[in-house]
């Protein structure tokens, strides 16, 4: 079946610009996370959507950050006046029990 | 707030050598959780352990979970050049459904 799906799968924009970050998830998955990854290092936990449940959005860095979910389905991030330090890969993953499944990423670069 | 902390950052060994990765928590874990990234991908789920004391092999890689559910393992006995690349581990903080990263630890394989 079909995996968890991300776009764009690159995005440059200039400084001060706003951008949204698409995710797919693995239909069913109830689950949903988005993390950022800064070259070579780990991932940053962002936001977690769980249902229909208020979602967890302890690691948003800034208020300039939001998400979103519709429908349960898919999810948006979207990053306002975007900052040359944003620049990262931005991953979503779904699931349905523990097993996370990501997706290819967005890479973004603030110019 | 939580955090998990992996060692070491990075390793680099000649085919064969055995290689371990460790992961410490600074609060009791529900579960934890083990994935790959090979360069220029995503992370990959390779294990899940929830037992205190737990071990779980998947052909040459050896996982532990520790007695007090606070740290972990990953042992790759006889490395080849497929296993090159980042292990992370992933807590998931007891009563919460939000999982924490390590940083990683990439592994370098030289044939």
């Known amino acids: 079946g079909a995996g968890v799906s991300q776009s764009p799968s690159n995005k440059v924009t200039e400084k001060g610009k706003d951008v949204e970050l698409r995710c797919d998830p693995i239909s069913g998955h109830t689950a949903l996370y988005w993390y950022r990854q800064r070259l070579g290092q780990g991932l940053e936990f962002l936001i977690y959507f769980q249902g229909n449940s208020a979602p967890d959005k302890s690691g948003l860095p800034s208020d300039r950050f939001s998400a979103e979910r519709t429908g349960g389905s898919v999810s948006t991030l979207t990053i306002q006046r975007t900052q040359q330090e944003d620049s990262a890969v931005y991953l979503c993953?779904?699931?349905?029990?523990?097993?996370?499944?990501f997706g290819p990423g967005t890479r973004l670069t603030v110019t | 707030g939580q955090q998990v902390m992996q060692i070491p950052q990075y390793q680099h060994v000649q085919e064969g050598e055995d290689f371990t990765t460790y992961c410490n928590s600074s609060t009791t874990l529900s579960n934890i959780q083990w994935y790959k990234q090979r360069p220029g991908g995503h992370p990959v789920f390779l294990i899940q352990l929830v037992k205190s004391g737990e071990v779980k092999k998947q052909k040459r890689l050896t996982f532990q979970f520790g007695e007090a559910k606070k740290n972990s393992s990953l042992h790759i006995t006889a490395t080849q050049t497929t296993d090159v690349g980042t292990y992370f581990c992933a807590g998931r903080q007891t009563g919460g459904f939000k999982t924490i990263f390590g940083a990683g630890t990439r592994l370098f394989v030289k044939a």
């Open positions: 993953a779904s699931s349905l029990y523990y097993e996370q499944y």
